[in-house]
DNA sequence: TTTTGAGTTGTTCGA
DNA sequence: GTCGAACAACTCAAA
């Protein structure tokens, strides 16, 4: 008999691994090879913190495997068949990816498999639910989030998989690991075991404050899980079967089917990661040229002079995370008080976020352009200074990110240019470089003609 | 087929 | 300071 290949992707994790599961079922008596293959396509110069998080997940599961994990360099459809071919395996197992790109990846490694008479299986995904999965009465993919999230739950999901108990073997030779890229940002601990430690450090002492913490930025309320999920060291189910009915509970469960939603829209319109979900407002006029240019690398660095806005884009070069209000928060003021396409914005996000994901972080951009699934009402324009006072009250998260502010009295940091006008030394911070109430007019008069076109 | 109810996350204004 | 209404009309989902 020969061994099975598990190829890994985005499910760096051996807990509650369906692909494993059905590896060590499949061939995995004779040993699971267990495969990596650093993609040329993905392993760009850009995004050096999710591949540096990446490398460090790679690591840790090399560690987790006894050090038997095959890392391969190059096109996958030759190094996956090359391993197979090696092993005699009959079959490569993965979790499903269903992103724009992975979908095409791994067409071309099942051709190529085939060609050699061997196969490519798919179980399990990143998702308690598959995109794809669930359809309204009419056969159609929902475009509505609630009536979405009503199917979500009546399909339910399996228990979380125990992990089986395989011998893992590797006799070829490996490209090594690579190094993490430098970055400047302070990144997570990667690895499942990591994972698993901040999901229970969430369930301990945060989901049942959730639904009201999520929001403040001061406060370390939010779950941190999104690498977790992004990677695959943590599977939502493992996440979902520990939840109660709690009302922070609830809320947090409805995050996860957020994700879970945008990635079914991303399957069923996969052109949505480049252009507007709803044609009709493709056509809203934005800036282009020097001067939105100069606007978008104000906005980029945090030198908008509008102080959240500012500290969130500085939190996302420190931390390569930001708080998923002040991504509301800064991703508005990009679109509706800049006039830039929300394209522009969500690239940037997706390459400095470690956690940068396609499907929630460009729909979660069109939600907030009201290019999207339910898109937000074109007068839904959040101010940066009201937003700053009501989930920041104590200015303390502007502080930490802004130490030009940090002397002033926690009140003068929401308007820092009323401070300065009584005299105060606020260094070289930069006056607001555009007027937000006359911005939002602006937005406002080119959502009414977009509407009348 | 037609109808009905509903739709993440906000802001402003005026009483 | 607090509260409710207005902001517009459209699309989706389901009965």
């Not at 490519?120 to 308690?128: D, F, I, R, T, W």
């Not at 709690?246 to 809320?251: A, I, K, L, V």
């Not at 947090?252 to 079914?264: G, I, N, S, T, V």
């Amino acid at each position: 008999m020969a061994p099975a290949v598990l190829w890994f992707r985005r499910d760096l994790r051996l807990a509650d691994n369906l692909a494993l599961v059905a590896a060590a079922g499949g061939g995995g008596g004779d040993g699971v090879v267990p495969l990596f293959v650093l993609d040329p396509a993905l392993w760009r110069p850009s995004g050096e913190p999710r591949r540096a998080f990446l490398a460090g997940c790679l690591a840790a599961l090399d560690e987790d495997l006894g050090g038997t994990l095959l890392v391969r360099r190059g096109d996958p459809a030759q190094e996956v068949a090359a391993v197979a071919r090696h092993h005699s395996a009959e079959v490569v197992y993965v979790g499903a990816d269903f992103g724009p790109y992975g979908r095409r990846r791994d067409e071309a490694v099942g051709t190529a498999l085939r060609a050699d008479g061997r196969r490519l299986v798919a179980a399990g995904s990143p998702y308690a639910v598959d995109p794809g999965t669930l359809e309204n009465q009419a056969g159609q993919p929902f475009k509505v989030f609630t009536p979405f999230s009503k199917a979500w739950t009546a399909q339910g999901w399996p228990e979380p998989a125990p992990r089986p108990d395989v011998r893992f073997v590797r006799d070829l030779k490996g490209d090594v690991i690579p190094a993490a890229p430098t970055t400047t940002a302070t990144l997570p601990a990667a690895g499942e075991a990591a994972g698993r430690l901040v999901l229970d450090q969430f369930l301990d002492a945060k989901v049942q404050g959730y639904a009201e913490q999520r929001n403040r930025p001061d406060v370390p309320g939010t779950s941190r899980l999104s690498v977790h999920l992004k990677y695959g060291t943590v599977h939502p189910r493992t996440v979902l079967a520990r939840l109660g009915s709690s009302r922070g509970e609830s809320t947090f469960r409805k995050e996860l089917c957020w994700r879970e939603f945008y990635a079914d829209v991303l399957w069923n319109r996969p052109e949505t990661s480049r252009r507007a979900f709803n044609p009709a407002m493709a056509g809203m006029q934005v800036d282009e040229g020097p001067e939105a240019d100069r606007r978008f690398e104000a906005w980029a660095e945090g030198r908008t002079g509008y102080p959240l806005v500012d500290a969130g884009m500085r939190q996302l070069q420190a931390e390569a995370w930001v708080h998923n209000r002040v991504r509301m928060i800064v991703a508005s003021f990009l679109v509706k008080d800049l006039h830039v396409d929300w394209g522009r914005g969500a690239r940037l996000f997706l390459d400095r976020l470690v956690d940068g994901d396609l499907a929630s972080n460009h729909h979660g951009w069109q939600w907030v352009a009201g290019t999207g699934t339910d898109a937000a009402p074109y007068f839904r324009i959040f101010n940066p200074v009201s937003q700053s006072r009501k989930f920041d009250p104590k200015g303390i998260y502007l502080a930490t990110y802004l130490p030009e502010l940090a002397g002033l009295p926690p009140d003068d940091r929401h308007e820092p240019w009323r401070a300065r006008a009584k005299g105060a030394d606020l260094g070289d911070y930069p006056e607001p470089i555009v007027d937000h109430a006359t911005e939002r007019e602006e937005a406002l008069r080119r959502y009414a003609a977009t509407r009348a076109n």
